[in-house]
């Protein structure tokens, strides 16, 4: 399942951050931010990645870009803001007794494309 249309709307200032003077090219990167979520949401590597998103080459180069540019916790935060506000998860549960519980997590990316 892809983003939904509002999580996108959500997503696309951060996008475009990237690449601020190229604005044609953003839309291209719709497949690949569909094709990161996928592969967080089920843990698969980038390799697999079916054919109907970008390449795994485009989609982890997109991942590369936003982690480089101090841009993906802005896009989880993002994603995760949109969840919160449609009551899909309490991201508090992500942590136990101060640790990092990544199956938590994961339902997180699952709620996303749910």
């Known amino acids: 399942m892809d983003l939904r249309q509002h ?7 951060i996008l475009e951050e990237l690449r601020p003077r190229k604005k044609a090219t953003i839309y291209k990167l719709k497949p690949a931010a569909n094709g990161l979520v996928w592969v967080l949401r089920t843990g ?3 390799a697999d990645l079916p054919r109907r998103f970008s390449s795994p080459t485009s989609v982890y ?3 590369r870009d936003l982690v480089t540019h ?5 896009f989880l ?17 992500c942590f136990l007794t101060g640790q990092y519980d990544p ?11 749910s």
């Open 103 to 113: 199956g938590k997590c994961r339902q997180f990316i699952r709620h996303v494309m």
């Open 7 to 13: 999580q996108w709307n959500r997503l696309l200032p």
């Open 77 to 93: 935060s993002a994603l995760a803001d949109d969840l919160r506000e449609h009551g899909s998860i309490n991201l508090a549960d």
């Open 70 to 74: 101090n841009l993906w916790n802005r």
């Open 44 to 46: 698969e590597a980038w």
């Open 61 to 63: 180069r997109l991942y």
